[in-house]
């Protein structure tokens, strides 16, 4: 069962649009939702992360934001760029318990920007 | 710069055949993961371990896969025997645990891409 549901599975933007990802998740015990970048051949690594006791964190160009009543998150790229062509994984962690740690990912989006 | 790094890069094997994959974390962390990346699946933990000792191994298949941690700077993930649908790329991922949410991260490898014919 999938603990956090992703969408859209690929999506493809012009050079400076804005690129939404959107994750959903079922447990209410989740605290800790980051997003990881993944280049072809390399392995993902994180981009931002957000608790939910804040609603929208940004760091440059990326933003997430997240509603804690719906249980659902999102990522938003600004001015998009080609160089941000990639898959994006969000993901969800809980901090009790012996899973402390562990990472429920989403399946993934790939994003292509064009030029 | 310090970097999880995993051995081999590529391994292309006949279907039957021991699969070794090595893993050297972070030095310092005391946390490893492993994960499978597949279009179909996306990415899975198989195993993880925490100060050498496995805490969730529930992801993988008990009869052909097992997972070690020989000592602090060496994971192990073997496959025997290997089958085609094994095929996939694998992450080892390291961290410090216990983990604090908001200020900790797992930092991945490069993968192992791992072919079964």
């Known amino acids: 069962q999938q603990q956090v549901k992703q969408s859209p599975q690929s999506l493809i933007v012009q050079k400076g649009g804005i690129s939404i990802i959107n994750c959903a998740y079922e447990?209410?015990?989740?605290?800790?939702f980051p997003w990881y970048q993944q280049f072809p051949g390399k392995g993902p690594a994180l981009l931002i992360a957000?608790?939910?006791?804040?609603s929208e964190k940004k760091e440059g160009r990326f933003t997430i934001s997240f509603n804690k009543s719906a249980k659902q998150f999102s990522l938003h790229i600004m001015d998009s760029q080609p160089g941000d062509s990639a898959t994006y994984f969000c993901?969800?962690?809980?901090?009790?318990?012996?899973?402390?740690?562990?990472?429920?990912f989403g399946r993934g989006t790939q994003l292509t920007v064009w030029p | 710069d310090a970097r999880v790094t995993q051995t081999p890069r590529h391994k292309v094997t006949e279907m039957g055949q021991e699969v070794t994959m090595r893993c050297q974390p972070i030095l310092g962390h005391n946390t490893v993961f492993w994960y499978r990346q597949t279009m179909m699946q996306g990415l899975e933990l198989l195993a993880y371990?925490?100060?050498?000792?496995?805490?969730?191994d529930s992801g993988m298949p008990k009869d052909r896969f097992s997972a070690e941690m020989p000592d602090a700077t060496l994971a192990t993930l073997k496959i025997q025997p290997s089958e085609p649908r094994d095929s996939a790329v694998y992450f080892c991922?390291?961290?410090?645990?216990?983990?604090?949410?908001?200020?900790?991260?797992?930092?991945f490898g490069p993968g192992t891409r791992l072919t079964v014919l």
């Open positions: 371990f925490r100060n050498r000792a496995p805490l969730d």
């Open positions: 957000i608790r939910p006791d804040v």
């Open positions: 447990n209410t015990a989740f605290d800790y």
């Open positions: 991922a390291s961290g410090l645990g216990p983990f604090n949410p908001g200020t900790d991260t797992q930092y």
């Open positions: 993901a969800a962690a809980l901090d009790r318990g012996s899973t402390l740690g562990r990472l429920y």
